[in-house]
């Protein structure tokens, strides 16, 4: 059983930038073959918008709408993939998901529970 845990500040001020950590805390190497460590947002009363990924051999990749502002790093000493999201607008404001697929272009397995992010002076 894979168990994501998302943690980072909930209160971002405009035009600053937010960072957010997603661990793999059980049962899922970021490392493992094949498999994609994505962040995923929803922000209040709309749907899921992907932001990008990082693969296993740690290749990343972006949302066009949102490749220049988006940053996605990772840690394999911590087991641990980050967002950093620049420049930030109240439009950004939402519940940001770590979620893990088995391969691009394939549904998710597994979800972290997400953690609230206000953008807010």
């Known amino acids: 059983q894979v168990r994501l845990q998302e943690s980072g500040p909930g209160l971002v001020a405009p035009s600053q930038t937010l960072s957010l950590t997603c661990t793999s805390v059980s049962g899922g190497s970021i490392t493992t073959n094949s498999y994609y460590w994505n962040w995923v947002r929803q922000p209040p009363g709309k749907g899921l918008e992907w932001i990008g990924s990082m693969s296993y051999s740690g290749s990343a990749s972006y949302s066009p709408s949102l490749k220049s502002r988006t940053s996605i790093s990772r840690d394999t000493s911590k087991n641990h993939i980050t967002l950093q999201l620049n420049s930030v607008t109240p439009e950004d404001t939402g519940v940001y998901y770590c979620?893990?697929?088995?391969?691009?272009?394939?549904?998710?397995?597994?979800w972290g529970q997400g953690t609230q992010v206000t953008v807010s002076s």
């Open positions: 979620a893990r697929n088995p391969g691009p272009n394939r549904g998710f397995d597994y």
